[in-house]
């Protein structure tokens, strides 16, 4: 039997997503939220779902980012909680997507 921890011993989405600064894309040397990959996080009945993508499907760290994801997220949650770690393609990334500190950065 699974028990999922009380909803309100989850951190929110906003807090989630401050942790998956530490989630690095090693290709740009840059954080996944900064980047703009991360799109959507939600928690619903013990489980939180993360959509995000990469900036290409071609994206050969794609694997470890998303295993980064998780480790965070685990690290990050009550014991009990589900993480589940969507790719998404669709709206495709693109460098507006990024923060503009991430733009500053690459002097976009």
Do not use: Q
């Not at 694997?63 to 495709?92: K, Q």
Request: proline share 10%; glycine share 6%.
């Amino acid at each position: 039997m699974i028990i999922s921890p009380p909803a309100d011993s989850i951190p929110s989405p906003d807090k989630l997503r401050e942790a998956l600064r530490e989630v690095i894309d090693p290709e740009v040397g840059m954080n996944i939220v900064d980047l703009g990959l991360v799109y959507d996080i939600t928690v619903e009945d013990g489980v939180v779902c993360v959509d995000m993508t990469m900036t290409s499907p071609a994206c050969p760290m794609g694997e470890m980012i998303v295993e980064d994801v998780e480790s965070v997220l685990r690290a990050a949650l009550p014991r009990g909680a589900g993480i589940e770690v969507a790719l998404v393609w669709s709206p495709p990334w693109e460098p507006s997507m990024m923060s503009a500190e991430a733009r500053r950065h690459f002097e976009w």
